[in-house]
């Protein structure tokens, strides 16, 4: 069910990414050649817990049939995905190297509501990765913040894919077509599903008061996608490099507003 949020409402969530910002900030600020995604994953949730808020992502189950006793529940406070991974990468002791592409995504609830971020950054900052590395990192970035400027009060949710795709099609990448943006609010994930590419149909109108989570992904080859046998990691099928961008946005009658902001 597609819901849209009150002012009150909206304002626990920008509580809620503002957290989110700020384990991020704290996350880049940390991200060091040698650090392990665990220790990562520990400043994250530390974050959270001590701003008050709560992390989304442990013992998510998601769309998968599996009981609360399932081995396969999340974890972790964060996904932490590194150069083919995509997302839902698995923290744990892998330590990260210089000029690695490290992509991390966080959730975070206060008070009953949700706030969900992601950003993708380069171990030892952009200029120690590749050259092709940094502009897809920052090529995913623009495609965020097109997607973002697309969701304006009277268009509709097709708007925000048509926007994202320009972006990829005009630097000749590829799509990850099998996850995509979603509607957000006391649950993480709600209605409406966003995607990250023109479906030809136009969608719901896009009205104040609705909540979405826009999160792009690209790839530098093919876009085919696979899960690894953990049940969580997706990758990329040719081993080429990934980068996935993501903002929790409130659409106003003035327009899209970002609420994993500090």
Known sequence: MITRKSKGEIAKMRSAGRIVAEVLALVEESLKPGISTA?????AERHIRSSGGTPSFINYIGNRKYDATSPYRYQ???CISIDHEIVHGIPGDREVREGQIVSVDVGAIYDG???DGARTFICGGIGAGTPAA???VETTRLSLMAGIAAARPGGHLDDIGTAVE????EAGYGIV??????????SMHEDPSVMNYRTGRKGIKLEPGLC?????????????TAVLPDGWTVVTVDGSLAAHFEHTIAITTSGPEILTTV
Do not use: K, N, Q
């Not at 320009?166 to 099609?169: L, P, T």
């Not at 077509?177 to 006391?186: F, K, L, P, S, W």
């Not at 979405?212 to 085919?224: K, Q």
């Open 212 to 224: 979405l989570a826009i999160e792009p992904m690209f790839m530098i080859g093919s876009e085919g």
């Open 39 to 43: 220790e990562l994953d520990r400043l």
């Open 177 to 186: 077509r099998g996850y995509g943006g979603h509607g957000i609010g006391t």
């Open 113 to 115: 509501w949700h706030g």
């Open 166 to 169: 320009a972006v990829a099609v």
């Open 76 to 78: 972790a406070s964060t």
């Open 134 to 136: 940094a502009r897809l």
